[in-house]
Nanobody, 122 residues
Framework: QVQLVESGGGLVQPGGSLRLSCAAS????????MGWYRQGPGKQRDLVAT???????NYADSVKGRFTIARDNAKNTVYLQMNSLKPEDTAVYHC????????????????WGQGTQVTVSS
């Protein structure tokens, strides 16, 4: 079994900051890309940011310059530092990871966390 568990969401005022964390656990052989997606009220789930195992990053245009994604490969954990938050950043943020389980043969699959609510409001 593999699990992704997010933490760090909450209520913050416009202009504030939050840091999200997502830890992968279970019978993991390797992790490739990790990332964050978000789903606002009545909207589809959209990409926020991704990071490869080698550290290459990709960001949605709407968060460039405000959000920073990072990962700790030793801890199987990905982070999202969110600064200068805006009301339109309000959403449920979901962690994502491409994981190879420690099985024979090794197989890759996408995994999702259950999500953490981020609300930006005064």
């Amino acid at each position: 079994q593999v699990q992704l568990v997010e933490s760090g969401g909450g209520l913050v005022q416009p202009g504030g900051s939050l840091r999200l964390s997502c830890a992968a656990s279970g019978s993991i052989f390797s992790i490739n890309t990790m990332g964050w997606y978000r789903q606002g009220p009545g909207k589809q789930r959209d990409l926020v940011a991704t990071i490869t195992s080698g550290g290459s990053t990709n960001y949605a245009d709407s968060v460039k310059g405000r959000f920073t994604i990072a990962r700790d490969n030793a801890k199987n954990t990905v982070y999202l530092q969110m600064n200068s938050l805006k009301p339109e950043d309000t959403a449920v943020y979901h962690c994502y990871a491409e994981i190879a389980r420690a099985t024979t043969p090794i197989s890759w699959a996408p995994y999702w966390g259950q999500g953490t609510q981020v609300t930006v409001s005064s």
